[in-house]
C-alpha cells in the first residue's frame, strides 16, 4: 500500500503562484509514476499532470500546459506542480495519485485526500 499526503493548498489571486505537494509513504519502491487530478463544484475529476519516476518524462493537459510544472524529487517520494498565472477556472480541489506499476501503462491506484485551491478574481 502507498499513502498520499497532499499540501501547498489555499487561497490565491487570478495570476499568482502556488505550489503543491505530495509526499508518499510505503511501498513506494513500486511506484512507476505519480501526478495530479483535480476536481471542481459539479464538474468530474479531470487530469492535470504526470511525471515518470523513471526518466522524468512528463505529460500535462491541455488546459495548464505552459502554466504549471510537475516535478519530483530523487527519493521518489515526492511530487509536486508549481502551478504559475493561477486563474479562476483552476480553483479545484486538487489530488494526488499514485500508479503502483502493475500494468504496461500508467494506472491511478492510490489517491491522497485532496487539497484545495481557491483562485480570486
Known amino acids: 500500500q502507498v499513502q498520499l499526503v497532499e499540501s501547498g493548498g489555499g487561497l490565491v489571486q487570478a495570476g499568482g503562484p502556488l505550489r503543491l505537494s505530495c509526499a508518499a509513504s510505503g511501498r513506494t519502491f513500486s511506484n512507476r509514476a505519480m501526478g495530479w487530478f483535480r476536481q471542481a463544484p459539479g464538474k468530474e475529476r479531470e487530469f492535470v499532470a504526470r511525471i515518470m519516476w523513471s526518466g522524468g518524462s512528463t505529460y500535462y493537459a491541455d488546459s495548464v500546459k505552459g502554466r504549471f510544472t510537475i516535478s519530483r524529487d530523487n527519493a521518489k517520494t515526492t511530487v509536486y506542480v508549481q502551478m504559475n498565472s493561477l486563474k479562476p477556472e483552476d480553483a479545484a480541489v486538487y489530488y494526488c495519485?499514485?500508479?503502483?506499476?502493475?500494468?504496461?501503462?500508467?494506472?491511478?491506484?492510490?489517491w491522497g485526500q485532496g487539497t484545495q485551491v481557491t483562485v480570486s478574481s
Open positions: 495519485f499514485a500508479d503502483a506499476g502493475t500494468r504496461p501503462y500508467v494506472t491511478y491506484d492510490y
